[in-house]
């Protein structure tokens, strides 16, 4: 065998795949290349408008006010029409040229593809989840839509707001529906969801004009708000006050009365299972949840693996600030004084909540003034400070951030829960500010939004663990510019990364190994310095969300390691402000194609 013959036309073939490869537009020329790009994004951009104009609740959050007076279809139907949509997309996609599209388009077209295929497989897992929990349910989402979303700046947009207060019945009956198909399919909330979900409904209906009460109910106080701000005579603003109330009392009060009945009724059928091990094929379920959530192919024992490690970790820093602090005790003990010592806690007051506030949006104003070290790009849009609204804040995780509408009509926006003072930390209060606020969610997701070169589907994409990584990455980073100067604070920085390494352990625990509410709670408590109150709250997040809270570790593990990749790969060319352009310029994206991105950023800058 003539082996020398053998490996020449080896190493001619291979050297024809590179040049194939490398030349991804084959014999396509410029205009080309430019017409079927351009030909595809006109596409996206059609279907984007296409799911636009499909939600009511979409337009409003984009700032238009088309349907400004409709709900979303919740009924089950809808799972059907979408699956429809989707095949009928993938249909053309597959149609496509991708040889002919330039790099940007066919990032465009991978991303796409890959989630109307996700869109298509997910169909068997529609009734797998909890439309109504004690974290994100429509009997709370629909009145927080209507006062942080429908703005009124006319006659007509009130008559808007009431005409959607009216078609709540509908929205209920829907809901309720889907809830019955989910009893069906063996779906049902654990009992402990019952009890926070209908305390939240009731709250609905509390104050004016459903009772004696001379406090007006949250509704009403948004609309009549509003309202009072309109330069129109004042008959015309008591005409439109009447007729809010009229619409409160005669449709949203029966709409939520029914809802109530329906689940003071299934909360008789549940029980206490928390984990999606009960699901009909619960496991493949849970495997899918964290393929979409983490976007990896980690299997529910690695992540655990990862948290269990992580866990250790970060409990040998926090050894350190202890030692640091001249504190004589176990790191158990080190911990009950961080709950319990009065000097990390505002009072459980007005006065507490307003100085907390005050004082997060000085954390976030400081930072402002520092960007210029690490960012290139910034977002335009601005963000303010808000404690969650009273009548959701009993159920509502700590802190969350709400995105601004895109014509620039309603900033960003990070909630924090001021409900119990003694979960909110000062020392918490920087990471907790940078991870919602700057540079953290708002960063990213307000710059997302503002890319102008990218297709609209892609400015709001949402990959939890990009976007959720990111934000714990963003904890992290002002302490490598100086920030976190009190040992305290920098400790509260630890506590907020391992309460994410825990949730690995403890969101597999439940899921997959079976592990009780309150097998879940003890870990928490055994092994951070949060309240009580804290550790509840994020189980039974994980018992309503399967594998969600897995994302932000991995997430930021990820970012952390194609950047010390970068480093190592860049040496002295590495700068800090490109890379992250390179993370932030494109939409928030899987992390395998965020990988590949910045690994085609080395390559370009070595060559």
Same mark, same amino acid.
């Given at each position: 065998?003539?082996?020398?013959? %053998?490996?020449?036309?080896? *190493?001619?073939? $291979?050297?024809?795949?590179?040049?194939?490869?490398?030349?991804?537009?084959?014999?396509?020329?410029?205009?080309?290349?430019?017409?079927?790009?351009?030909?595809?994004?006109?596409?996206?951009?059609?279907?984007?408008?296409?799911?636009?104009?499909?939600?009511?609740?979409?337009?409003?959050?984009?700032?238009?006010?088309?349907?400004?007076?409709?709900?979303?279809?919740?009924?089950?139907?809808?799972?059907?029409?979408? $699956?429809?949509?989707?095949?009928?997309?993938?249909?053309?996609?597959?149609?496509?040229?991708?040889?002919?599209?330039?790099?940007?388009?066919?990032?465009?077209?991978?991303?796409?593809?890959?989630? %109307?295929?996700?869109?298509?497989?997910?169909?068997?897992?529609?009734?797998?989840?909890?439309?109504?929990?004690?974290?994100?349910?429509?009997?709370?989402?629909?009145?927080?839509?209507?006062?942080?979303?429908?703005?009124?700046?006319?006659?007509?947009?009130?008559?808007?707001?009431?005409?959607?207060?009216?078609?709540? @019945?509908?929205?209920?009956?829907?809901?309720?529906?889907?809830?019955?198909?989910?009893?069906?399919?063996?779906?049902?909330?654990?009992?402990?969801?019952?009890?926070?979900?209908?305390?939240?409904?009731?709250?609905?209906?509390?104050?004016?004009?459903?009772?004696?009460?001379?406090?007006?109910?949250?509704?009403?106080?948004?609309?009549?708000?509003?309202?009072?701000?309109?330069?129109?005579?004042?008959?015309?603003?008591?005409?439109?006050?009447?007729?809010?109330?009229?619409?409160?009392?005669?449709?949203?009060?029966?709409?939520?009365?029914?809802?109530?009945?329906?689940?003071?009724?299934?909360?008789?059928?549940?029980?206490?299972?928390?984990?999606?091990?009960?699901?009909?094929?619960?496991?493949?379920?849970?495997?899918?949840?964290?393929?979409?959530?983490?976007?990896?192919?980690?299997?529910?024992?690695?992540?655990?693996?990862?948290?269990?490690?992580?866990?250790?970790?970060?409990?040998?820093?926090?050894?350190?600030?202890?030692?640091?602090?001249?504190?004589?005790?176990?790191?158990?003990?080190?911990?009950?004084?961080?709950?319990?010592?009065?000097?990390?806690?505002?009072?459980?007051?007005?006065?507490?909540?307003?100085?907390? $506030?005050?004082?997060?949006?000085?954390?976030?104003?400081?930072?402002?003034?520092?960007?210029?070290?690490?960012?290139?790009?910034?977002?335009?849009?601005?963000?303010?400070?808000?404690?969650?609204?009273?009548?959701?804040?009993?159920?509502?995780?700590?802190?969350?951030?709400?995105?601004?509408?895109?014509?620039?009509?309603?900033?960003?926006?990070?909630?924090?829960?001021?409900?119990?003072?003694?979960?909110?930390?000062?020392?918490?209060?920087?990471?907790?500010?940078?991870?919602?606020?700057?540079?953290?969610?708002?960063?990213?997701?307000?710059?997302?939004?503002?890319?102008?070169?990218?297709?609209?589907?892609?400015?709001?994409?949402?990959?939890?663990?990009?976007?959720?990584?990111?934000? $714990?990455?963003?904890?992290?980073?002002?302490?490598?510019?100086?920030?976190?100067?009190?040992?305290?604070?920098?400790?509260?920085?630890?506590?907020?990364?391992?309460?994410?390494?825990?949730?690995?352990?403890?969101?597999?625990?439940?899921?997959?190994?079976?592990?009780?509410?309150?097998?879940?709670?003890?870990?928490?408590?055994?092994?951070? @310095?949060?309240?009580?109150?804290?550790?509840?709250?994020?189980?039974?997040?994980?018992?309503?969300?399967?594998?969600?809270?897995?994302?932000?570790?991995?997430?930021?593990?990820?970012?952390?390691?194609?950047?010390?990749?970068?480093?190592?790969?860049?040496?002295?060319?590495?700068?800090?402000?490109?890379?992250?352009?390179?993370?932030?310029?494109?939409? *928030?994206?899987?992390?395998?194609?965020?990988?590949?991105?910045?690994?085609?950023?080395?390559?370009?800058?070595?060559?």
């Amino acid at each position: 065998m003539n082996f020398r013959l %053998i490996n020449s036309i080896l *190493a001619i073939a $291979l050297l024809v795949l590179m040049i194939s490869c490398n030349d991804k537009n084959g014999d396509y020329s410029e205009e080309e290349i430019a017409e079927h790009s351009e030909k595809l994004n006109e596409y996206f951009e059609a279907e984007f408008q296409k799911d636009v104009a499909d939600s009511p609740m979409m337009q409003t959050r984009l700032g238009q006010k088309s349907d400004y007076g409709k709900w979303d279809d919740f009924s089950h139907l809808k799972y059907v029409e979408d $699956l429809k949509k989707a095949k009928n997309r993938l249909e053309y996609l597959k149609k496509v040229e991708v040889e002919a599209l330039n790099e940007q388009t066919r990032l465009s077209y991978d991303l796409y593809r890959q989630k %109307i295929e996700n869109e298509i497989a997910d169909y068997d897992y529609r009734f797998y989840n909890y439309p109504v929990n004690q974290m994100f349910g429509y009997h709370a989402e629909l009145p927080a839509f209507l006062i942080n979303m429908h703005r009124i700046d006319s006659v007509s947009d009130a008559k808007a707001y009431i005409s959607r207060l009216e078609k709540i @019945p509908g929205v209920m009956e829907e809901v309720i529906g889907n809830l019955k198909i989910r009893e069906q399919n063996g779906i049902v909330p654990p009992v402990f969801v019952f009890e926070k979900v209908l305390d939240a409904s009731r709250n609905v209906l509390r104050g004016k004009p459903f009772g004696k009460s001379t406090d007006e109910s949250a509704l009403l106080k948004d609309f009549k708000t509003k309202t009072e701000n309109l330069e129109i005579p004042g008959e015309k603003k008591k005409e439109l006050i009447n007729a809010a109330e009229n619409a409160l009392v005669k449709n949203v009060k029966p709409a939520y009365e029914n809802l109530i009945s329906f689940l003071e009724i299934q909360q008789k059928r549940a029980n206490n299972d928390a984990g999606a091990w009960k699901f009909p094929k619960g496991d493949d379920f849970y495997k899918n949840a964290l393929k979409r959530t983490t976007t990896t192919n980690l299997s529910a024992e690695e992540i655990h693996q990862i948290g269990l490690k992580e866990v250790a970790r970060i409990h040998t820093e926090m050894e350190e600030i202890k030692n640091e602090v001249g504190f004589d005790g176990t790191l158990q003990d080190f911990f009950e004084f961080m709950r319990s010592d009065e000097q990390f806690y505002y009072a459980n007051d007005s006065i507490g909540r307003k100085k907390y $506030l005050n004082e997060a949006t000085a954390i976030i104003n400081t930072m402002k003034g520092r960007l210029d070290d690490l960012f290139l790009t910034k977002p335009e849009a601005e963000l303010v400070v808000k404690a969650v609204e009273p009548f959701r804040e009993k159920s509502a995780g700590k802190a969350f951030y709400q995105q601004p509408a895109t014509d620039g009509s309603r900033p960003g926006t990070y909630y924090a829960n001021l409900y119990d003072m003694a979960a909110m930390p000062t020392y918490q209060m920087e990471a907790l500010a940078y991870h919602e606020g700057i540079p953290g969610h708002h960063m990213q997701i307000a710059i997302a939004q503002e890319l102008e070169d990218i297709p609209q589907f892609r400015k709001f994409s949402f990959y939890t663990a990009y976007v959720e990584g990111w934000g $714990l990455y963003s904890e992290l980073l002002p302490k490598e510019i100086g920030f976190y100067e009190d040992p305290y604070s920098d400790f509260g920085r630890l506590a907020m990364e391992l309460w994410r390494s825990c949730r690995l352990v403890v969101d597999t625990g439940i899921h997959a190994k079976k592990w009780t509410r309150e097998e879940g709670i003890a870990y928490y408590k055994e092994n951070t @310095p949060n309240a009580e109150s804290d550790c509840v709250k994020m189980v039974e997040r994980h018992i309503v969300m399967p594998g969600q809270a897995t994302a932000y570790k991995i997430g930021m593990n990820k970012i952390l390691e194609i950047r010390e990749n970068a480093k190592e790969e860049l040496g002295e060319d590495f700068d800090i402000r490109e890379f992250h352009d390179v993370i932030l310029l494109d939409g *928030a994206l899987p992390l395998n194609i965020l990988e590949e991105k910045v690994e085609d950023w080395i390559s370009g800058k070595n060559n």
